[in-house]
């Protein structure tokens, strides 16, 4: 098992920044690729994020490409995302999500474990 566990959401205004971490406990951190998705209501959840083991990899949605950031600091078993140029459209719950693969799958059937979710309000 493998629990999760995201902090840093908040109420932001648009053009602001928020920074996510997502602690990690239970099993060898550098075993899994992790992801940040997002679900805004009524809307399905997506993948915003995903970085390989050794973080060399990532990947990003076309929606925040050149916005955000992730980024894996393995020897404190954490996960960030940095998210800069805010908009309203980003308002979502983020959830952390790990996968047991070197690369990050690009889909949310293929991560196992899941935070509990952090939410992310960004005012106009």
């Known amino acids: 098992q493998v629990q999760l566990v995201e902090s840093g959401g908040g109420l932001a205004q648009a053009g602001g920044s928020l920074r996510l971490s997502c602690a990690a406990s239970?099993?060898?951190?550098?075993?899994?690729?992790m992801g940040w998705f997002r679900q805004a209501p009524g809307k399905e959840r997506e993948l915003v994020a995903a970085?390989?083991?050794?973080?060399?990899?990532?990947h990003y949605s076309d929606s925040v490409e050149g916005r955000f950031t992730i980024s894996r600091a393995n020897t404190k078993n954490t996960v960030y995302l940095q998210m800069n140029s805010l908009k309203p459209e980003d308002t979502a719950v983020y959830y952390c999500?790990?996968?047991?693969?070197?690369?990050?799958?690009?889909?949310?059937?293929?991560?196992?474990?899941w935070g509990q979710g952090t939410q992310v309000t960004v005012s106009s």
């Open positions: 239970g099993r060898t951190f550098i075993n899994y690729a």
């Open positions: 999500a790990a996968a047991y693969f070197s690369s990050a799958p690009m889909t949310a059937e293929q991560y196992a474990y």
């Open positions: 970085i390989n083991w050794d973080g060399l990899s990532t």
